[in-house]
């Protein structure tokens, strides 16, 4: 009987923690900014930052000194060692096909994150550009080899990311990595946020103001808690490294003069221009 009871007990404080809505979760937004030629983390409060000293993953103290937004350039919130991502983790995205047995993961480059407000830049030789609007898992801590129930100790917080890609390069090439990796193609932020239940958010994607997305992070096939633990079995993940989790729904190609938005619920906006 005891044991029952604390099994009906921690049922019940989960039940309790996915059911706060946003709004009533403590949530801290980290950005990265330029002032200038300084780059620095903050912690944004309304249209203040307040400014941090040293790095984000190294308990990062205030320095007391305090910007406004508008004054400063948000920069992608993390320069990542490691860029992963998840394909086909929404039902929505897969259509009549079945989902794998594990996720299925490729690799983009550090060299394709781009901050809110960048341009998406197309090769000329790109003809079919598609958006991704994904939420994005930033690592907090070494991980290798955890558990799905440890998972969640080594997630520091999310974003919104765009996993850009060229379709036609997917299918032509050995492997996706014009694909996926070329520079630019992942946008990323503009905060990483910190207290949010990640695993009930809504996603949204707009192009020119036009709602493509829309989905709540539930459906993902894969759970972060599933998706970093696995992942965690391979390669070592390192504070700073993202994880884009996956598309939901179906995806058009984009144009020069684009603009392309992703949401994420408790987050914010991401929003890109494209050009050639």
């Known amino acids: 009987m005891a044991r029952a009871r604390i099994v009906l007990l921690v049922a019940a404080v989960v039940w309790l923690l996915v059911s706060v809505p946003v709004s009533a979760q403590t949530v801290t937004k980290y950005v990265r900014f330029a002032e200038g030629s300084r780059v620095a983390y903050g912690v944004l409060e309304g249209d203040t930052i307040a400014e941090l000293a040293g790095g984000l993953f190294d308990n990062p103290k205030p320095t007391g000194r305090r910007v406004k937004l508008a004054d400063v350039k948000l920069l992608a919130p993390v320069a990542p060692s490691k860029v992963i991502a998840v394909g086909l983790n929404y039902q929505t995205h897969l259509g009549e096909r079945s989902s794998a047995k594990y996720p299925g993961l490729f690799a983009k480059l550090p060299t394709t994150i781009i901050g809110p407000g960048d341009a998406i830049v197309f090769p000329p030789d790109a003809t079919n550009v598609h958006y ?3 939420m994005v898992v930033v690592i907090g801590r070494r991980a290798s080899h955890v558990s799905e129930a440890e998972a969640p100790d080594y997630v520091f917080g999310v974003t919104c990311g765009n996993d850009v890609s060229e379709r036609d ?3 032509s090439d050995l492997q996706w990595f014009r694909a996926k990796a070329t520079d630019t193609f992942g946008p990323l932020g503009p905060v990483i946020a910190r207290g949010l239940n990640y695993n009930d958010l809504l996603l949204q994607t707009r192009l020119n103001g036009e709602v493509k997305q829309k989905q709540r992070t539930s459906d993902l096939i894969f759970s972060v808690p599933a998706v970093v633990s696995y992942i965690s079995r391979y390669v070592t993940l390192l504070p700073g490294d993202i994880i884009y989790t996956g598309t939901p729904g179906a995806t058009s190609a984009m144009k020069p003069g684009d603009v392309v ?8 906006v991401l929003r890109n221009t494209v050009k050639r």
Do not use: A, F, H, N
Not at 263 to 268: D, Q
């Open 169 to 171: 390069w997917q299918k």
């Open 132 to 134: 991704e609007g994904e």
């Open 261 to 268: 938005e992703v949401e994420l619920e408790g987050v914010g």
